[in-house]
């Protein structure tokens, strides 16, 4: 049965688990539900968690020792609680039927998913930035609930910093891949910025909204909206905050006045026709004007491309930037995985080297348990007056470790390892047949006892 160490992660996301699965444990997978079935399934430990609700997952990490088969039972009652609440005759789901709709990864896995989650490199739109502040504003409502503490927070904090590289090392994030930032793009290969630009969007639908605003957070100078019924233009305006509605026919007879126009509407007609372009070029005093046509069927009609400093971009023209844009993106990816492998790998090995320090501090305390031990048995003699000879006591004592430790060495030792002896596990470790173990021999290094550095191989399943 897998188990994690330190960290597990689970996840319930658009590429294996159906929508309706997700808005069950999204709907009854509150923390404090989480918490409750935690305390059931797992008493004798305590197991932080946080929660990652999106519309595409319903993800969950949990921080301590937990199984693969305890994760499976939360995620059930989850889901069983949620219907029963809708119907109290329902048939409940054993553990088992959910384990095709879950990936469970543990310990360097579970990180791993863990970054590749938070860097958007697992997302439905490869490099979308939302899922960060997703992230985060999980990791906080998990501290604000009390279920995230110190695991949490030693992975968390390292997990935005990895985002942070993978954002700023690579293009991951640049180069958007939706028609709105590739309106932008064709924008941009005529005029250096849109901040000085007077822009009109004919259509009021969401494709008009999507455009309008990466426009607007362009910082462009001010941006009209134009549709056949005015108040749907008024209504997709008041939601943009920083645009403006206009009468259909007002757009078309001021079309010169415009700097750049987007059509985004829907019908079989042209709106944009080239009759609506007289005294164009003298209202225009010769100053560049950009047309981008992203509806299908098309909108401008194709003849105004004639007039001199006009540039008319098609939809077939958008889907060019962004493919070249995705390609960019996936090259972006490749490095964003090379950044993940070297973070995960030097987190593996930080906890690695913690649990070192922590094995040599068991050790000593180990040595002092049985050196006091066997001082106190001559302590005594000494209380009733007998002397006692140094170097009686220092060779009691040495004997006690070595007996003990050859024991405990023995006892612990694998099958596989039949061949090999403790006094070939003491030569592996310290080499004593080359120099004696004194302390002008080993090296002091952030509080670990090292001998002079000599490669060796493997001992037998060491």
Known sequence: ???SQFFAYTGAHFKTCPVEMREAWAAIGSHLN??????KITPLQTIEFVIISTCNRFDICFFGMISHQQILNIFSELYNIYFKNLNSACKLLSSDYFERFLHIDFDADALRTLYKVTTSLDSLVLGESQILGQVKDAY????EFGSAQNQAAAIFSRNFRVAKKVRTETEIGRNGISIGHAAIDVISRVFEGVQDKKIVIFGAGEMSRITAQHLIVS?????YIANRTFAKAEKLALELGDAW????????????EFDICIAAASGNNYIIEINHFKDY???RHGKLSVMVDISVPRKIDPKVSEYDNLFLFNVDDLDSVMEKNRQNRRMAAQQAELIIENEVRDYILFCKQKENLANVGRFHSWIKNVTDYEISRYVKDIKNGKSVNPSVVSDAIAKKIVSNAALLARNNMKPEDTESTVGDLLEYLFRLSEQPLLPENVQKD?????????????????
């Open 1 to 3: 049965m897998k188990k």
């Open 140 to 143: 906080i409502k998990a501290c």
């Open 281 to 283: 070029a003298k209202k």
């Open 34 to 39: 989480v918490k409750h079935i935690l305390q």
């Open 245 to 256: 509605p206009l009468e259909m026919h007002d757009a078309l007879e001021r079309i010169a």
């Open 446 to 462: 952030d509080n670990i006892l090292k001998l002079p550095v000599k490669p060796s191989g493997k001992l037998g399943g060491i």
């Open 219 to 223: 910082n462009a100078k001010s941006v």
